[in-house]
């Protein structure tokens, strides 16, 4: 069986020591006295004061509004200078003006008794080829898009044709015309 005994640490009387004197208690800290606060700063009104904390809400509110009327202050003022087309061609990058002067647009006629539209067409190959291959872009894209797999195509002798859509890279766009049908059904 041990017995633990707890000592002081200003009792300098080692363990085992016959001397029976009383532990010393430790001085309890007086209180700091705060100094005098001078008269010329005004005292806490008992009315609670509102804190400011931010809303974030508030700032992106303000911010998209800002940033939606810059745009449609720009978006307005672009409508008003009119681009001729000769302007807007030079001003599109060399890769895509190279593009557009290594294709050539065709007149499609999409229905009977519809305008007929041009469709742009990037081709490469010999027409002589046994093999043709047609690639037809997704969403979002054209035929610039496909430029180097039709090269890559042709230069292993197969005729390729990239076509951009109606709507799409350098093919007009389609007019839908709704016809109104006169009766039932």
Same mark, same amino acid.
């Given at each position: 069986?041990?017995?633990?005994?707890?000592?002081?640490?200003?009792?300098?009387?080692?363990?085992?020591?016959?001397?029976?004197?009383?532990?010393?208690?430790?001085?309890?800290?007086?209180?700091?006295?705060?100094?005098?606060?001078?008269?010329?700063?005004?005292? %806490?009104?008992?009315?609670?004061?509102?804190?400011?904390?931010?809303? %974030?809400?508030?700032?992106?509110?303000?911010?998209?509004?800002?940033?939606?009327?810059?745009?449609?202050?720009?978006?307005?003022?672009?409508?008003?200078?009119?681009?001729?087309?000769?302007?807007?061609?030079?001003?599109?990058?060399?890769?895509?003006?190279?593009?557009?002067?290594?294709?050539?647009?065709?007149?499609?006629?999409?229905?009977?008794?519809?305008?007929?539209?041009?469709?742009?067409?990037?081709?490469?190959?010999?027409?002589?080829?046994?093999?043709?291959?047609?690639?037809?872009?997704?969403?979002?894209?054209?035929?610039?898009?496909?430029?180097?797999?039709?090269?890559?195509?042709?230069?292993?002798?197969?005729?390729?044709?990239?076509?951009?859509?109606?709507?799409?890279?350098?093919?007009?766009?389609?007019?839908?015309?709704?016809?109104?049908?006169?009766?039932?059904?």
């Amino acid at each position: 069986m041990a017995i633990i005994t707890e000592y002081d640490e200003d009792r300098i009387d080692p363990p085992g020591s016959p001397s029976k004197s009383k532990p010393k208690s430790r001085p309890k800290p007086e209180p700091k006295a705060e100094p005098a606060k001078p008269e010329s700063q005004h005292q %806490p009104s008992s009315t609670p004061q509102k804190s400011q904390a931010s809303n %974030p809400f508030t700032f992106w509110f303000y911010f998209t509004i800002t940033v939606s009327l810059i745009t449609l202050l720009f978006v307005s003022l672009s409508s008003f200078s009119p681009q001729d087309p000769k302007t807007w061609f030079l001003s599109l990058p060399s890769t895509l003006r190279t593009h557009y002067s290594n294709g050539r647009p065709i007149k499609v006629q999409i229905g009977p008794n519809e305008p007929a539209i041009e469709v742009f067409t990037y081709s490469k190959g010999s027409t002589k080829s046994s093999e043709n291959v047609l690639i037809v872009h997704g969403l979002g894209c054209s035929s610039f898009t496909f430029r180097k797999v039709v090269d890559d195509l042709a230069s292993k002798g197969v005729f390729a044709v990239a076509v951009d859509l109606p709507g799409s890279g350098f093919s007009d766009k389609t007019v839908v015309k709704e016809r109104e049908k006169v009766g039932g059904g």
